[in-house]
């Protein structure tokens, strides 16, 4: 893969003057064309130490419009980013629709240096590149460009380039004791990367390696591809859409998971008071224990309007320490969030090690409330499935327990709810006509609801159906339940 960027391109000085004028103007043409487009554009900067990624970054920092350009070097990881997964550190600086990102050193770093120095093993670096697959297939698919460029160099002018460097007093601070021991690691690198590379360079995300021994050469080649890039997706997203089929069948009256539910269970106000004191004590204990032990913890609440959801987050947060937790209620996404992949924002609200969030509702939004309003279009709400299982095993594979419980009530016991809300003078914030309408597609929600329930319940982030025609049952069975695994996960 390597071969061609070492045939020795040169462009004279006459050349690239002459085509950089033009290009500056055309990038910062279709940078302001960008702005108004409804999809980001994220640049990946890698390759060998010497070849001029920080020249390239400064330069595209110096043709186009800084205001709507915003780089990202990633170093070692802070302290932070260590008690998180790693994809995190990526997800919160992505940049949003109509902008550009630059990423020097990106989610490739870490695998390939770790496989060079022998800490990780040949099936962990595929892994990871799997695992990197998903990822850019998950940006793209929401519409993301992505641009990724490897800044190759042959061994010898390799050592050429940062001989001459440190020769230079001006230039000899670029030069350090990393750079020259990744030097005597050269052909293993080389090895290395060509094999991510080779697995990574996708239909959806290419990769283009740029010979880096000529700067002038390397600039206008990366220009030229910024622009060609950038023209051929605004083209293709002012293109008409063609909205395909629809195989579903629409089933007025589902029978789904959720029937089979006994909702005629409760409990006596006694049996309530005993019991919640009793499980409330007991996760008190349990989430301390799972503090000590660094791990966290994250709650999803979905399901009906009026089911009882902030009554049993309170019941639950009342046995932690509040510094300890954060509650999230989600609403319908801010303009910023908009202008990102629909789970930008909940990647920002993972927790710390140690620490507890609590999501009222959650990035199920997109197979919930997006699909049924028609938000989002089937293609997106059914790849949605994938592409939540992918986040949550990431959430699974850095050590954090995620319980996720759907609170079910039958359409009677809503309407009751409703109307006992219409009639409480402190309750009437909680009650709005579109809680009414919603009703109307109680059908539709369902059998989302079902298919949501099938499709991401998995053994490492299951689903719990809680019966909560009587609030007092429920809130002891979701307490007991989040008691229950948080022991079990003890064991492992």
């Not at 990633?74 to 550190?89: L, V």
């Not at 080649?221 to 008409?240: C, E, Q, V």
């Not at 924002?345 to 710390?352: A, D, E, I, Q």
């Not at 059914?382 to 939540?388: D, P, S």
């Amino acid at each position: 893969m390597f071969e061609s960027a070492e045939i020795g391109h040169k462009l004279s000085k006459e050349e690239y003057d002459a085509q950089e004028s033009i290009l500056r103007i055309q990038l910062l043409e279709i940078q302001e064309d960008l702005k108004q487009a409804p999809f980001p554009v994220i640049i990946l900067i890698g390759g060998v130490d010497g070849a001029g990624k920080g020249e390239s970054v400064n330069l595209l920092h110096e043709w186009m419009d800084p205001h709507y350009l915003q780089t990202h070097a990633f170093g070692a990881m802070s302290d932070e980013e260590r008690e998180r997964p790693e994809a995190w550190r990526f997800w919160r600086v992505l940049p949003p629709k109509g902008r550009i990102g630059i990423f020097f050193g990106s989610w490739y770093t870490r695998p390939i240096v770790d496989r060079v120095y022998g800490k990780t093993r040949n099936i962990d670096l595929d892994l990871d590149l799997v695992r990197i697959n998903a990822f850019e297939k998950t940006l793209v698919d929401e519409g993301a460009l992505i641009i990724k460029f490897w800044f190759h160099l042959s061994k010898e002018t390799q050592a050429l380039r940062l001989n001459s460097l440190t020769k230079d007093p001006k230039t000899r601070w670029r030069v350090t004791d990393t750079d020259w021991q990744h030097f005597k690691l050269y052909d293993k690198f080389r090895r290395i990367s060509e094999r991510a590379l080779r697995t990574t360079s996708t239909g959806e995300a290419p990769w283009l390696v740029i010979e880096g021994a000529d700067k002038r050469y390397r600039s206008i080649t990366m220009g030229n591809y910024i622009l060609n890039s950038i023209s051929k997706r605004l083209a293709a997203s002012n293109a008409p859409s063609v909205t395909p089929p629809n195989p579903f069948i629409k089933i007025e009256n589902p029978y789904t998971i959720l029937d089979t539910l006994n909702l005629s269970q409760s409990l006596t106000e006694e049996d309530y008071k005993q019991q919640l004191e009793k499980y409330q004590g007991r996760l008190n204990l349990l989430y301390r224990q799972a503090k000590e032990l660094g791990r966290s913890v994250i709650l999803v609440f979905e399901g009906w309007d009026a089911a009882g959801k902030g009554g049993i987050i309170r019941r639950v947060t009342s046995a932690l320490d509040a510094r300890d937790y954060q509650v999230i209620p989600i609403a319908a996404p801010s303009d910023e969030e908009r202008s990102h992949h629909y789970l930008w924002r909940f990647w920002r609200y993972l927790p710390r090690v140690g620490r507890v969030t609590i999501f009222d509702r959650s990035w199920y939004g997109r197979v919930l409330v997006e699909r049924v309003e028609g938000f989002a279009s089937e293609s997106a709400w059914m790849r949605a499935y994938t592409e939540i299982v992918n986040f949550e095993q990431q959430l699974h594979d850095h050590g954090t327990l995620v319980l996720k419980f759907w609170i079910h009530i039958d359409p009677e016991e809503q309407l009751r709810r409703f109307q006992l809300r219409q009639a409480t003078p402190y309750k009437h914030f909680k009650i709005t006509a579109e809680d009414f309408r919603n009703r109307e597609k109680w059908n539709e929600y369902e059998l989302a609801a079902n298919d949501m329930l099938e499709r991401t319940g998995t053994e490492f982030a299951p689903w719990y159906t809680i019966e909560a025609n009587d609030k007092k049952f429920a809130r002891i069975k979701v307490v007991k339940t989040l008691c229950d695994r948080l022991k079990a996960s003890f064991k492992k």
